[in-house]
């Protein structure tokens, strides 16, 4: 069974500083996603990161995937409070016949404060 | 506004009912998908259709079934529900397949008593 541990599942960070958040699983993949959700809202899909060192980046955000490691990583450059939100990474894992399952991490809570 | 609704926005239903929820996908998006977020299980996919066939199956209990019409809608219906069940089911709907960019509905809360 596939499963996906996320680091850390809370962050407080200053306006201004860098942080990374970490995304390992246990079982082989090469496709990865990166979520976002503000609180009571929908999700919104951030990253698709579909080969091992792909690297993505929008704006201040910034993902990779190590599929050797099975480790992908969102940094976050300069942060601004805008950023603050719930981020989820979810990997898939092939369940034979051409289908797949799709398995999140608990999420991070990330607050940016002033 | 990602284009992708979902019909009810509520929903309170009693233990052992059946309740169909709905999604509309984005304008040209062939592929649906159903995903669960609750407090004990966290998120959860469940399904993916695409252009009306069956793609993917997660963790979809049996009293859970879902289905993609020809003009692309799909229902999620949840029967014999209990109290567990109480979440926020989401639809996503994306161009073609799961390597695409996701777009997601608001969702609809269910609530089971």
């Known amino acids: 069974e596939l499963k996906v541990e996320q680091n850390p599942l809370f962050l407080s960070m200053q306006e201004g500083k860098n942080y990374t958040i970490y995304c390992n699983y246990s079982t082989t993949s090469d496709r990865l996603y990166w979520y976002r959700q503000d609180p009571g809202k929908s999700l919104e899909s951030l990253f698709v990161?579909?080969?091992?060192?792909a690297v993505k980046q929008e704006g201040r955000l910034m993902a990779s995937l190590d599929t050797k490691a099975r480790l992908s990583t969102l940094h976050i450059t300069a942060a601004v409070h805008d950023l603050s939100a719930t981020y989820f990474c979810a990997v898939a894992s092939y369940s034979g016949a051409g289908s797949y399952q799709l398995t999140f991490g608990k999420g991070t809570k990330l607050s940016v404060i002033p | 506004d990602s284009g992708v609704t979902q019909t009810p926005k509520h929903l309170i239903t009693a233990t052992g009912q059946r309740v169909t929820l709905r999604c509309s996908p984005r304008?040209?998006?062939?592929?649906v998908y159903w995903y669960q977020q609750s407090l004990d299980q966290g998120l959860q996919f469940l399904i993916h259709?695409?252009?009306?066939?069956?793609?993917a199956k997660g963790n979809i209990l049996e009293r859970f079934s879902a289905q993609q019409f020809p003009d692309l809608h799909s229902e999620l219906n949840l029967s014999s529900l209990e109290l567990g069940d109480s979440a926020l089911y989401f639809c996503?709907?994306?161009?073609?397949?799961?390597?695409?960019?996701?777009?997601f509905g608001p969702g609809t809360r269910l609530t089971v008593l």
């Open positions: 259709y695409y252009n009306g066939e069956e793609r």
């Open positions: 990161l579909l080969s091992n060192g």
């Open positions: 304008s040209g998006d062939l592929s």
């Open positions: 996503a709907s994306s161009e073609l397949t799961w390597t695409d960019t996701q777009y």
